[in-house]
């Protein structure tokens, strides 16, 4: 079965600290990869995908990721981060098709910023 | 804009008893899902709909019922509530694109359940 890990569950930076958050799938098919954020008390709102293409992809607030599929990765990255970044980050995949088109969610990550 | 609304927000149930979650997109969206979230285990899949009158089986389906009478709308049911069932609910919905896979999902706000 496919399968996604976060291997940090807690990560605690300062502001102004550049992040990295790791994101590992298995499954050596077609994959479209998501990176979800949960601010505290809210609901899981969409910070990046990839469907195909450019493997570096940009999304909302400053983050990028970067799918490597020789290393199954997809991982998520902010150069300088802001207190305001303290949430709780969440990787997900479709492997297309064998998931049906259901997303496989990671573990999340906790991460805190220190103002 | 109201997106995906669930309702109730919070709710505190004794064992056995049953409860219906109710969910409602207003963004014409296919796809619908029931989503529970534990500590350290991320998001579990429990049902989804591809389509109205339509529902499929998730990753932890076992003591959840769901109907999808309307597009709009997508109804979780627990028959008898155990402990087990305590967690945080979320609905998500999203569209379909021909020839495409899953499109981004959106979230609910969430029901906080707890089970006495």
């Known amino acids: 079965a496919q399968s996604v890990s976060q291997h940090n569950h807690h990560v605690i930076l300062s502001e102004a600290a550049s992040l990295e958050l790791g994101c590992n799938y298995s499954?050596?098919?077609?994959?479209?990869l998501f990176w979800y954020v949960q601010y505290p008390g809210q609901h899981l709102q969409l910070l990046l995908k990839y469907f195909s293409g450019d493997p570096l992809v940009k999304g909302i607030k400053g983050f990028e990721a970067e799918f490597i599929k020789s290393k199954f990765s997809f991982n998520l990255r902010k150069p300088s981060v802001q207190w305001s970044d303290t949430a709780e980050y969440f990787c997900?995949?479709?492997?297309?098709?064998?998931?049906?088109?259901?997303?496989?969610w990671g573990a999340g990550t906790k991460l805190i910023i220190k103002p | 804009n109201a997106g995906v609304t669930q309702t109730p927000k919070f709710r505190v149930l004794k064992t056995g008893q049953s409860m219906t979650l109710l969910c409602a997109q207003d963004m014409n969206h296919e796809y619908m899902y029931w989503y529970r979230q534990d500590p350290g285990m991320g998001l579990r899949l429990i049902h989804y709909s591809v389509g109205e009158g339509t529902t499929a089986k998730g990753e932890v389906p076992d003591g959840y019922n769901v109907s999808r009478l309307k597009k709009q709308n997508f109804l979780l049911g627990l028959e008898s509530a155990a402990p087990s069932q305590t967690s945080v609910y979320f609905c998500?919905?999203?569209?379909?694109?021909?020839?495409?896979?899953?499109?981004?999902?959106?979230f609910g706000d969430g029901t906080r359940l707890s089970i006495l």
């Open positions: 998500a919905s999203s569209y379909r694109v021909a020839g495409r896979a899953n499109q981004p999902q959106h």
């Open positions: 997900a995949v479709t492997a297309t098709p064998d998931s049906n088109y259901q997303l496989i």
């Open positions: 499954y050596g098919g077609t994959v479209n």
